[in-house]
């Protein structure tokens, strides 16, 4: 309970980060719209925006806290200071690197902005100005892994939600510059800066969330004891990096479009808002589930493994699946409720939610990837996470780039579509041969009724949506106002749905409730 409530706290922040991580690419979708300083931006700032996604939740725990525990005292410190330097120079080399290619790296993440070169020149600039972030926040993951080792937990959970904050207070320092009448150069030294500024802060926050005497001066043999960290961090940033990848690739295929780059970034930031609450949940309540009952399904008691991580099938696809259809049916009312605003017009609208409709099907898929992906790392199959991650991804960029020309904005996001598909089949007969995930009839049974219940709801809500659709397009109070109703109808379908179907039991979630 311990665990949990620790983990809790953890998955509580993350939200609080996640929330103002929209609020802040709301805050630029008003400024720019879809236009090309949107675009340029969204391009030029991946890298540095990837790096403090990947490296703010605890990514490099696995590489750093195995090296710490052999040794003890002054042996441990300056490990632990070996650790910070080795990381922090391998991030400058990197960044160096990047800076001088920056072009070419350019070329790659939007094959489409040559043919446009103000899009390509504000990409370099943003990426040149921002790189210094991936140092920044390989340093900030290595010190947040050495405060989880000592104890401190909601200071480092905390520092991506106060980055988001310091970009907040640039975004509005923007906008009373009058962000409309500046040059793109100027608007992209702006947005570097925010960028910048939420780093120095993360960074900041997690170092002084390291107790007293965790560092010292390493000594040389204390960083050659630290250099197979950086081997050792390989395989965990590849695993959480891998999916990602599909949407560096999607928006790379969706580089040829005007405004193309910057509508599938918004409408990739709706649709991970759920997962991510998802993945918190798989990370902070089904691994602890899983190791206590034994990872490979051996039985513990009443329950195995296997028939956890089949609960935790089920659990996500409750949760997901109906977000997904309800994204997909409303997609382009809520992105007027969200966005349209400022320089976001009808037209950024419309192409964002042509990207939303396809990407939010891409909701369940993911989230039980993340489910099955808790149960493999439980059971030390790791590596069948980043293989069928691996295979999925020529998958998405094949169909991504192939139909981006007769599909438009859609196509990239059928790629991602596919690439999700893929990966999940492969990791689940990887892990059903295995023997670590199975779904009983019981099980196969609720799954049916949940999804017979998300398509009750799906299409409860398009039928409601038709008399509302003069208010929904209008914006304003009253588009807010039914689209509130659409969501609560749809919930309140989804739930007789369920019911009824039998992918709920009325007794289980009676007794839920009074457990709560």
Same mark, same amino acid.
Do not use: C
């Given at each position: ?32 719209? !879809? ?124 520092? *991506? ?85 599909? %949407? ?16 599938? %970034? ?66 382009? *009312? ?46 030390? %199959? ?11 991804? *020529? ?10 020309? *007769? ?22 007969? !990887? ?86």
């Amino acid at each position: 309970m311990a665990l949990l409530r620790r983990a809790s706290t953890v998955a509580s922040l993350t939200l609080a980060s996640r929330l103002l991580g929209f609020a802040r690419d709301a805050g630029v979708a008003a400024l720019f719209g !879809t236009g090309v300083v949107a675009d340029a931006s969204v391009a030029g700032l991946s890298l540095a925006q990837l790096a403090r996604r990947l490296l703010g939740e605890g990514a490099l725990n696995a590489a750093v806290l195995p090296a710490l525990t052999p040794v003890d005292g002054a042996a441990r410190r300056q490990r632990a200071g070996a650790a910070v330097l080795i990381f922090a120079v391998t991030g400058l080399a990197l960044a160096s690197a990047l800076a001088v290619f920056m072009p070419q790296v350019i070329a790659v993440l939007a094959p489409g902005f040559p043919d446009d070169g103000a899009r390509e020149a504000g990409a370099v600039l943003a990426g040149r100005l921002t790189v210094l972030g991936v140092p920044l926040a390989l340093t900030a993951g290595t010190l947040a892994a050495l405060a989880n080792a000592g104890g401190a937990l909601a200071r480092p959970a905390m520092a *991506p939600a106060a980055g988001n904050v310091a970009v907040l207070a640039l975004l509005g320092l923007l906008w009373l510059s009058g962000a409309h009448a500046m040059a793109m150069e100027t608007a992209l030294v702006w947005l570097s800066a925010g960028v910048m500024a939420g780093a120095v802060t993360q960074l900041v926050l997690i170092f002084f969330a390291v107790p007293t005497g965790t560092l010292a001066l390493p000594s040389r043999a204390a960083l050659r004891a630290a250099l197979p960290m950086l081997a050792a961090a390989g395989p965990s940033l590849l695993a959480a990096g891998l999916p990602q990848l599909r %949407f560096l690739i999607a928006a790379a295929a969706a580089s040829g479009i005007p405004g193309g780059i910057a509508a599938l %970034f918004y409408a990739t930031r709706l649709v991970e808002l759920p997962l991510g609450l998802i993945g918190a949940s798989a990370g902070a309540v089904l691994l602890p589930a899983l190791a206590a009952r034994g990872g490979d399904g051996e039985e513990t008691g009443t329950q195995t493994g296997a028939q956890t991580g089949a609960l935790g099938v089920e659990a996500a696809l409750a949760l997901s699946l109906p977000a997904a259809l309800g994204l997909a049916v409303l997609a382009h *009312p809520i992105v007027i409720v969200l966005f349209q605003r400022g320089a976001f017009d009808p037209a950024a609208a419309e192409l964002t939610a042509q990207a939303l409709a396809l990407l939010a099907l891409t909701l369940p898929l993911q989230a039980v990837e993340k489910v099955l992906a808790a149960i493999a790392f439980a059971a030390g %199959f790791g590596r069948d996470v980043t293989r069928a991650a691996l295979i999925g991804l *020529p998958v998405g960029a094949l169909t991504g780039f192939l139909a981006a020309g *007769p599909l438009g904005l859609a196509g990239p996001a059928l790629g991602v579509l596919a690439a999700s598909a893929v990966s999940l089949a492969a990791l689940a007969g !990887t892990l059903i041969r295995r023997g670590l995930l199975r779904l009983p009839g019981t099980n196969r049974r609720r799954l049916i009724g949940l999804l017979a219940a998300g398509l009750l709801m799906a299409g409860a809500v398009g039928t409601a949506r038709l008399p509302l659709e003069g208010m929904l397009g209008g914006g304003g109070l009253y588009a807010i106002a039914a689209l509130a109703a659409l969501v609560l109808a749809g919930m309140l379908a989804y739930g007789a749905g369920a019911v009824l179907f039998g992918g709920l039991s009325p007794a289980a979630l009676k007794a839920a409730l009074r457990k709560r």
